[in-house]
């Protein structure tokens, strides 16, 4: 049996990259992860994991770590990746995602390593005009996120015409749940996505959701996504190390399932699956939130021989539901804890 090259893991600690790490791992990938842990936590990294704290747009440490580990991929998740946040703070994005990923491609370059897997996003189409988005529709990215994002695709584009990098960028829609297995989830308080918000809700954890326009020109006003299952999105990455194995290369993907579901339908999902109610408030729209987005998904079926095994809301919110609860229950100790030894 031939023995599989190791791959390090960017943004291992964060939650898509959690999830990526168990998939590689059961399919027999040695592992390394490298997060400065500005979002992630040491504890997402399973405990025998080689993890490094460290940042990916410092060339000499992740020189350091490629030659250490005989790395041989990167898989490449490490970002700022809030929307909002981007508008509020872009310089910070093109520093953090599109300045660091350089220098990360570089120290691959310079380190021997000619296999790259780098999370894109549907936020470089911006607002599509065909509906389901294919990979060749034109690039307009409407907030500095998927701006600083596009921008690594163009890298990686260059990088492999200069250097004989080969890479597969997958373009994630929405990513939502937590592993079946109750391994892995989406911890970060600050996260702001539907999915996750509601069942915090619907769990305790935050007392209400809102809802960012109700007047686009959509069948119930509200925004509509493709909600893609995180187990389903970290296989796509196994798939990929595959095809780059097999001698392929240069390929851009959407991950997605193809179809969507407005605010208000995955509102209704999460109370009739949770069976508690929770408060929904109305807001105003947010800078930078097309009115839908849905991926043409043919492309990633043919070309990885990737099926999804979850596309389904209902499991998708349970989930996304029973880790918020197991969340809920470690603040219900926490909070014990504290209160008792303020007495
Ligand atoms: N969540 C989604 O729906 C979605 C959609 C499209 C694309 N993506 C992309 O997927 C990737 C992972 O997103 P996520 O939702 O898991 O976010 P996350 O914040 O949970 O994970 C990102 C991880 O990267 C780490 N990190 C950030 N900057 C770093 C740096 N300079 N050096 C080292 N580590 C650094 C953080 O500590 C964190 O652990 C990102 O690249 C994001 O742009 C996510």
């Not at 791992?25 to 400065?36: F, H, I, M, N, W």
């Not at 911006?126 to 389901?132: D, E, Q, R, S």
């Not at 119930?220 to 095809?243: F, K, Q, W």
């Amino acid at each position: 049996m031939t023995s599989k090259p190791a791959v390090l893991v960017t943004g291992g600690a964060g939650y898509i990259g959690g999830h990526v790490v168990l998939a590689l791992r059961e399919a027999g990938y040695p592992v390394v992860v490298l997060d400065d842990l500005s979002a992630g936590h040491r504890a997402a990294v399973p405990g025998d994991v080689p993890f490094v704290e460290g940042d990916i747009g410092d060339i000499g440490a992740v020189g350091e770590v490629i030659a250490d580990h005989r790395i041989a991929v990167v898989v490449h998740l490490a970002a700022s990746a809030s929307v909002p946040e981007s508008v509020r703070d872009p310089l910070r994005y093109y520093r953090n995602n599109t300045g660091a990923s350089a220098n990360l491609i570089r120290a691959c370059v310079e380190g021997g390593v000619r296999r790259f897997v780098f999370s894109s996003t549907a936020a470089v189409y911006g607002v599509p005009a065909t509906i389901p988005v294919p990979e060749d529709a034109p690039k307009v990215p409407i907030n500095p996120y998927g701006r600083s994002k596009l921008a690594i695709e163009w890298m990686l584009r260059d990088a492999a015409a200069a250097h004989g990098l080969r890479y597969v960028a997958l373009r994630y829609f929405n990513v939502a749940g937590a592993d079946p297995q109750g391994r892995a989830g989406q911890s970060g308080r600050g996260a702001g996505h539907l999915i996750k918000v509601a069942c915090a809700a619907a769990a305790g954890r935050r007392d209400h959701v809102t809802v960012f326009g109700a007047d686009y020109e959509t069948a119930d006003g509200t925004c509509v996504r493709d909600y893609i299952h995180v187990s389903d999105l970290a296989e796509a990455h196994v798939a990929a190390l595959r095809d780059l194995e097999e001698g392929g290369g240069g390929r851009v993907l959407n991950c997605g399932y193809g179809r969507g579901f407005s605010v208000r339908e995955v509102l209704e999902t999460v109370r009739a699956v949770a069976g508690v109610p929770f408060e929904v408030r109305e807001g105003p729209r947010r800078a930078g939130d097309p009115p839908v987005l849905i991926a043409d998904a043919s492309r990633i079926r043919a070309a990885l021989r990737w099926s999804p095994r979850h596309d389904d809301l209902e499991f998708i919110v349970r989930t996304a539901l029973s880790w918020e609860r197991k969340l809920a229950d470690a603040d219900g100790v926490a909070g014990r804890r504290d209160r008792s030894s303020a007495r």
